[in-house]
């Protein structure tokens, strides 16, 4: 029997159209950004210890991120009320989609192999045990045990310019699968021109 072939709609070249995107605090955030890159990526459910092993890193290196002429913009699947017990102290702009409209547009996916891929043993148990040791010390909180959107949630992480172009997707092969901050780091450094500084100039002879 023939697997159903995944539909990834948008791919590098692929053009974002231009939307204002309400976040969790309140505010909106731009995607594009017209002064700078945007790094929308898509994560699962508020509470996910496995999203927040991810983020963690983000935040470590956001300054970096943010030197680099990024956005960070993340969305979950989860109502916004839900979202702000979780996401408080993140330091880049939050979007709550339960109705999943982005997750279509974008083609992000859910499937079993978001868990059941072996890639995916090491950091799920790794995120399990540091989340349950924050819960024990009551600096996190468990996720809610009913999750309308799914617990099988895919990653997927997309690099904008600020034309609207897309410069670089990734959808990821199971839960843990996305850009790292060294990844992003350097597609941003390659698409520098998107923003609108010219190349470097090359020494004469």
């Known amino acids: 029997m023939l697997m159903r072939k995944p539909t990834r709609p948008v791919k590098s070249g692929s053009t974002v159209t231009r939307r204002h995107l309400a976040t969790v605090s309140g505010d909106p955030v731009a995607v594009p950004d017209p002064e700078r890159l945007v790094h929308l990526q898509f994560r699962r459910f508020a509470g996910c210890p496995v999203c927040h ?6 935040v ?6 943010e030197a680099a002429g990024i956005r960070e913009v993340v969305v979950f699947h989860s109502p916004a009320e839900e ?5 408080a102290d993140l330091p880049f702009a939050v979007v709550a989609d339960p109705g999943k409209r982005l997750y279509a547009e974008f083609g992000v996916e859910s ?9 995916a043993w090491s950091p799920v148990v790794r995120a399990v045990l540091r989340g349950g040791w924050e819960v024990l010390r009551g600096r996190e909180r468990l996720p809610a045990t009913s999750q309308p959107g799914g617990r099988l949630g895919l990653p997927a992480d997309f690099l ?18 996305q850009w790292p901050v060294d990844e992003l780091l350097h597609l941003a450094s390659s698409h520098r021109p998107a923003l609108g500084h ?5 020494p004469q002879s």
């Open 53 to 58: 092993l991810h983020l963690r890193s983000v």
């Open 60 to 65: 470590r290196r956001h300054a970096e991120i």
């Open 83 to 87: 979202l702000r017990q979780y996401t």
């Open 111 to 119: 499937a079993p192999r978001a868990l059941l891929s072996p890639r």
């Open 160 to 177: 904008i310019g600020p034309e609207g172009r897309v410069l670089a997707a990734k959808y990821g092969e199971h839960v843990y699968d």
């Open 198 to 202: 010219p190349p470097a100039r090359q």
